[in-house]
């Protein structure tokens, strides 16, 4: 699997936009980039998923590079409740392989 | 409705005791994993089932025995336990077949193993 590279933390103040970046320059054409992100003592949860083009949801937005070797991921007003450890993960679509990175461990400062 | 529940959540046990970590999922997915974390927070997967079938099988000692009843539950059984299997557990299921799109993982809320 092609792999993720994450910061090993990032600090935000609270209620102001957090972008999360992941490189992958190995990705090939039918990977997936996904993040999940785990709150303290729980267990991971889906975030947001994307191919190509950006995505938005209720939670985050995907921003995907033109060549697609890197993402960011976009917290837009970030939480207390966002302090958690965020994973990007490729995911070829064929296979049932998910493996977890380091993740980027987000702090909020209130 | 918990989509994927495990049990028990918290276990603390005896060196080379054998133990069950129970796993459901009421979301009607065809595939199930056991991750494992462990003190410094990596997500390890250990095994993936696919309808029953074993799919993914990492290096994982042959004391971690998963057994697939149906494709609703996937348990864990560990022998002889070790002072190193002390660890977050955690179940998930995802949809696999007939997704195009990029498919989603549903974890439980992990179950904190504790070998003494």
């Known amino acids: 699997d092609a792999k993720t590279t994450q910061p090993n933390s990032m600090e935000s103040n609270e209620e102001e936009p957090v972008h999360l970046p992941c490189n992958h320059s190995t990705i090939s054409g039918t990977d997936y980039i996904h993040w999940y992100r785990q709150l303290p003592s729980q267990g991971p949860e889906y975030v947001i998923h994307?191919?190509?083009s950006n995505v938005n949801n209720r939670m985050a937005s995907l921003a995907i590079a033109e060549d697609r070797k890197s993402s960011t991921l976009i917290l837009h007003r970030a939480t207390l409740r966002d302090a958690a450890v965020y994973y990007c993960?490729?995911?070829?679509?064929?296979?049932?392989?998910?493996?977890f990175g380091t993740g980027t461990s987000l702090t909020v400062i209130p | 409705d918990t989509a994927v529940s495990q049990t028990p959540k918290y276990l603390v046990t005896q060196m080379g005791n054998d133990k069950s970590i129970k796993c459901e999922q009421n979301l009607g997915h065809d595939t199930m994993y056991w991750y494992k974390q462990d003190s410094k927070k990596f997500l390890k997967i250990m095994f993936s089932?696919?309808?029953?079938?074993?799919?993914i099988n990492e290096t994982v000692p042959n004391r971690f025995s998963p057994k697939s009843p149906d494709k609703a539950h996937l348990n864990l059984h560990i022998n002889s336990l070790e002072l190193g299997d002390s660890a977050v557990y955690f179940c998930a299921s995802s949809q696999d077949l007939g997704v195009p799109t990029g498919n989603t993982i549903y974890f439980g809320e992990g179950s904190w193993l504790t070998v003494v």
């Open positions: 089932y696919n309808n029953k079938e074993l799919i």
């Open positions: 994307g191919l190509t």
């Open positions: 993960i490729l995911r070829d679509v064929r296979g049932n392989q998910f493996y």
